[in-house]
């Protein structure tokens, strides 16, 4: 046994095959013929999964916030910046994140699992044998779908959490519903929400990526396709989370 | 011909849908019940069934398969809450900054890690790991006939498989919150002084001059109750897996969704109940 083959590496090895299939999707968009009917009916699968939860997930994240951001801003006098706290946390980091985490937690986990199921069927093997990349006929529809759907979803999102503040400041806070909305653009322009999406798509992009994976390398049986699922799962969140820190971090250096 | 076959013959899209109506009623008396036994059974798994539960609790802390290789639930939650407490720095830094006030990055670690993102960010985490996991083990049980076989050989398999495991859940969140919790303070210290600069002195001034002791008691309540909620989402579905291998897989997708849902409403209800009103807070001191 070369030390290549050392388990303490085993880890390494998925973050190289991850990346090795990563590369081989990038490839596959290009190489006709794209698969449009498979694209399409994920698109819907993933808007049908994650469309009702994200946007009941996103209106508690930003009451919430919108609740601790006034019990500041009352303390400070100022309760009519109130929109501004509640457009910062909802475009930034809400209306994205909220998104993804329904992505990855409802439709990655969905899609895993298919894929398994398939993979230990060896569904995949057949198709290989009559020809058919697996990459470029399941993969890259999957992946594409994700990354659109989770870019729409995530704006879907950010207006619901927005209307779930107002609703919350206005009407139980009793903050000035013109002041409001005037406070909601304040510090949030423009630059902020180009950032949000492209953070949006990323993540998508990123959990259709973690989720195909898992998916078609997936071995030993029914335990091994839930054990995949749930490291999807966690990888997903583990990925997003990093993502997040750094396109924070770099997009208000381009922003400024 | 009986009424019932008539009116389905005569209107069966609203006998369809009236159906339909009724089997979802019926499944959310299902999980309520299910929930009511498993809380019940929890005397159970602290009297017959201790050795189980010991192992859940060890089970549940590192993890399964190749999650405990890269250092199982603590590794996970710990690095999710550094990430979001980095980004809240990060985010909170450059904000205050606009407005002149980045001495005061301090203060919004304390106040908004401890009261919102810390426990959000733990029980997304706990969801992700734990939650999921028990729904992986208990499905492939399920599917592979093992919990009728628990049943067959006179093991109470609710008390057994869930309640164990919602005890074990309830025990294990409680260091690993309190490892959250430092790391998530630790890391906003990190980004702020090493990554932006800002000098540690004023930090930490800040940091302990609006840190509330008893706030990091009530976010410890609002986690173990949306633990509670997760395990109990989470066992439901693993336990009532059907559909084979791709089964479990859905299960697991379903019940993080519903779990991650659930959790969250916990969360905002509990914060709102625990913090009042005006949301106890004085910054003048």
């Known amino acids: ?256 | 011909m009986s009424a019932g076959v008539l009116l389905k013959q005569r209107f069966p899209r609203t006998v369809a849908k009236l159906d339909g109506a009724r089997s979802g009623w019926s499944r959310l008396g299902e999980q309520a019940l299910f929930y009511g036994q498993t809380l019940r059974s929890l005397s159970d798994a602290f009297v017959r069934y201790r050795a189980e539960t010991l192992r859940q609790i060890a089970v549940l802390s590192l993890g399964v398969g190749s999650l405990a290789v890269i250092g199982g639930t603590v590794a996970v939650m710990g690095f999710l809450t550094m990430a979001t407490s980095g980004t809240l720095a990060s985010q909170g830094y450059n904000q205050l900054s606009t407005v002149g006030v980045d001495a005061l990055n301090g203060f919004a670690s304390a106040f908004v890690n401890t009261r919102l993102v810390t426990p959000a960010t733990a029980v997304i985490a706990f969801a992700a790991t734990i939650g999921a996991g028990a729904t992986a083990q208990l499905g492939a049980m399920r599917i592979n006939e093992e919990i009728d076989a628990l049943e067959v050989m006179g093991i109470r398999s609710i008390g057994f498989l869930a309640s164990t495991r919602v005890a074990a859940g309830v025990i294990v969140v409680v260091p690993l919150y309190s490892v959250a919790l430092l790391l998530g303070y630790f890391s906003g210290q990190v980004v702020t002084t090493v990554f932006y600069g800002q000098s540690s002195g004023v930090y930490t001034h800040y940091f302990n001059t609006f840190f509330i002791p008893t706030d990091a008691l009530r976010s410890f309540v609002v986690t173990i109750a949306a633990v509670i909620t997760i395990m109990l989402v989470h066992t439901y579905y693993g336990f009532n897996a059907t559909g084979g291998p791709a089964g479990v897989g859905e299960a697991v997708g379903r019940a993080t969704r519903a779990s991650l849902l659930a959790a969250t409403m916990v969360i905002l209800f509990s914060s709102l109940a625990l913090y009042g009103q005006t949301g106890n807070f004085n910054f003048a001191g």
């Open chain 1, 1 to 256: 046994m070369s030390w290549s083959e050392t388990a303490a590496l085993e880890p390494l090895r998925g973050v190289g095959g991850f990346f090795a299939m990563a590369l081989d999707t990038l490839v596959a968009i290009f190489r006709r013929p794209f698969a449009w009917r498979e694209f399409l009916e994920q698109s819907w699968f993933v808007a049908r999964v994650c469309l009702l939860p994200a946007v009941v997930l996103g209106i508690p994240f930003t009451v919430l916030s919108v609740f601790f951001f006034n019990t500041l801003l009352v303390e400070f006098g100022a309760a009519d910046l109130s929109g501004t706290g509640a457009s910062l946390t909802a475009v930034n980091q809400i209306g994205p994140f909220t998104t993804v985490l329904v992505v990855a937690g409802s439709w990655a986990s969905a899609m895993c699992a298919d894929l398994g199921a398939r993979t230990i069927r060896e569904e995949l093997d057949a198709m290989r044998v009559m020809g058919i990349d697996p990459i470029q006929a399941l993969v890259v529809p999957r992946m594409l779908a994700a990354t659109v759907v989770a870019l729409l979803l995530s704006s879907l999102v950010t207006i619901t959490g927005l209307f779930g503040g107002f609703m919350f400041a206005v009407f139980l806070q009793h903050v000035t519903p013109g002041a409001f909305v005037g406070g909601m653009t304040l510090i949030t322009h423009l630059g902020d929400v180009l950032v949000s999406m492209v953070k949006a798509t990323l993540f998508g992009l990123t959990a259709g990526l973690v989720a195909c994976h898992r998916g078609i390398t997936v071995s030993g049986g029914p335990a091994g396709v839930g054990n995949a699922v749930n490291e999807t799962v966690v990888y997903s969140f583990l990925l997003l989370f990093v993502i997040n820190l750094v396109l924070t971090a770099v997009g208000y250096e381009v922003v400024k």
